[in-house]
């Protein structure tokens, strides 16, 4: 998904409500980051930005995209930048197709994000300014050469809500999304100033990525099952729920039907509790 090329791109009050994302085998790019040799191909992410100075996006009502699970782990999950406008990118939309721009112009993105499911990325994420080296020469604003002695940062603000972001990393934890750990879980690297990250974690039965525990009985037993591909969870169990709740280890170790971790616990008590716990 991209949000966007150009200043007429305004996003206002986009919804996309629902995509499956089975394969993203991208190659490029190798080394996100937020100068102008790293660029080519950061529009291969699952959710993409490469809008240009002066670009508006969800400045009156702010898009949302929401319900989405990425099947394998993605190269790139977030490329969210402002950017130097590269008219000549192979197969890119805007190949022979761009006007200048004023780099000095700020930017506005906002955008929430809501009840994502995805493997951990292959590459770092990368939300922020791209960093124009020094030395750049720019025809804007002046009509003539405009020359940037040092380093210059792209400007605005971005404002992007990220609710009920789960990743699941290569050890099989599942972890939402916080600010605590987005550096560590999602790779997450910024760039620049004016830019608001916001977390929340409701958890949703929808959520194809969290395990769901399922019981059944069978005259005296309780039959338990989870999927398989969740390995960091175990099965805890408790006899009430009356506050401190003790659960301890379920003592039978599960065996392995079908893609399911199945366990069999008699029934003792007249009340069993059960939990999966990471």
Request: aromatic residues 8%.
């Amino acid at each position: 998904m991209n949000l966007g090329w150009g200043a007429g791109s305004a996003g206002d009050g986009c919804l996309i409500d629902g995509l499956y994302v089975v394969k993203t085998d991208w190659l490029i790019p190798t080394s996100p980051g937020f100068t102008k040799t790293h660029l080519d191909g950061q529009n291969d992410a699952v959710i993409a930005s490469l809008m240009v100075p002066s670009t508006v996006f969800g400045n009156l009502n702010t898009p949302v995209f929401r319900n989405i699970l990425v099947e394998d782990p993605p190269n790139v999950l977030f490329s969210l930048k402002i950017v130097f406008p590269e008219c000549n990118d192979p197969g890119s939309p805007r190949d022979n197709d761009c006007t200048s721009v004023d780099l000095t112009l700020p930017s506005v993105l906002n955008l929430n994000i809501e009840n994502l499911c995805t493997p951990a990325a292959i590459q770092p994420n990368s939300i922020g300014f791209l960093t124009i080296g020094s030395n750049f020469i720019s025809e804007l604003p002046t009509n003539a050469d405009n020359f940037f002695p040092t380093n210059y940062t792209l400007h605005g603000s971005m404002n992007i809500g990220l609710t009920n972001v789960i990743i699941q990393s290569t050890n099989g934890t599942v972890n939402p999304l916080t600010s605590a750990n987005a550096a560590a879980v999602a790779e997450l690297i910024t760039n620049g100033d004016n830019i608001s990250l916001s977390y929340g974690f409701n958890p949703d039965l929808c959520l194809s990525c969290l395990p769901q525990l399922a019981i059944r009985s069978s005259r005296t037993n309780a039959i338990l099952t989870w999927p398989t591909n969740f390995p960091a969870f175990s099965l805890e169990f408790a006899t009430n729920l009356a506050s401190p709740t003790v659960w301890q280890s379920n003592p039978t170790a599960p065996a392995v039907i079908g893609g399911l971790n199945v366990v069999t616990n008699p029934n003792f008590s007249k009340h069993q509790f059960y939990r999966l716990k990471q």
